[in-house]
């Protein structure tokens, strides 16, 4: 069974960092480009970040480019988001998804709430 | 990349069939038939419904059922039931090699 449970979030002050972690099983982890989405409280679905399989290929979403980096460690199955330069509009929760064999996102986790405030 | 467009909301009985619509450009639905549709119940995770404009994975209802006209694409559910009461949003691939959703609409079962 696929599993993606997504750890690291927490209340940060503007300014501040955080890494978000996803923790992948049940499936071939090398194989499959990672994603990270997020969901302000009572808003819509926003694409983060995506890398590929291998790590070669990174892609961010502007709002977020020079302040994040997505990173993966396929010997262990891990997904990370490092978030630096926080601000209040980072406010949401963040979920890792699979990105399955045809551009699209078959597998999510369930969350992990960032919330940015003084 | 802006977001796609989709109505607020719909509603519909039980029986019945709705259509939520996904506007986009030549950059993104335009462009490529790699359209996807995801259901999202309060306070859970999204779940993939429909793929690639038409596809459905596996144990997704065949009362789901997606389309696409040029810039537009379609989510169609029939047969309305009360568990399909949800938030639905469409994504899309861009030719920035980057995604953007749609703003999601919400679906009320009357």
């Known amino acids: 069974e696929v599993q993606l449970v997504e750890s690291g979030g927490g209340l940060v002050k503007p300014g501040g960092s955080l890494r978000l972690s996803c923790a992948a099983s049940?499936?071939?982890?090398?194989?499959?480009?990672m994603n990270w989405v997020r969901q302000a409280p009572g808003k819509g679905l926003v694409w983060v970040s995506s890398?590929?399989?291998?790590?070669?290929?990174?892609s961010y979403a502007d709002s977020v480019k020079g302040r994040f980096t997505i990173s993966r460690d396929n010997a262990n199955n891990l997904l990370y988001l490092q978030m630096n330069s926080l601000r209040a509009e980072d406010t949401a929760v963040y979920y890792c998804a699979r990105e399955g064999y045809s551009y699209l996102f078959d597998f999510w986790g369930q969350g992990t709430l960032v919330t940015v405030s003084s | 990349q802006s977001a796609l467009t989709q109505p607020a909301s719909v509603s519909g009985s039980p029986g019945q069939s709705i259509t939520i619509s996904c506007t986009g450009t030549s950059s993104d639905v335009g462009r490529y038939n790699y359209v996807s549709w995801y259901q999202q119940h309060p306070g859970k995770a999204p779940k993939l419904m429909v793929y690639d404009v038409t596809n459905r994975p596996s144990g997704v209802s065949n009362r789901f059922s997606g389309s696409k006209s040029g810039s537009t694409a379609s989510l169609t559910i029939s047969g309305l039931q009360a568990e399909d009461e949800a938030d639905y949003y469409c994504?899309?691939?861009?030719?920035?090699?980057?995604?953007?959703f749609g703003g999601g609409t919400k679906l009320t079962v009357l």
């Open positions: 994504g899309s691939y861009t030719n920035s090699s980057t995604w953007v």
């Open positions: 049940g499936f071939a982890f090398s194989s499959f480009a």
């Open positions: 890398i590929s399989s291998g790590a070669t290929y990174t």
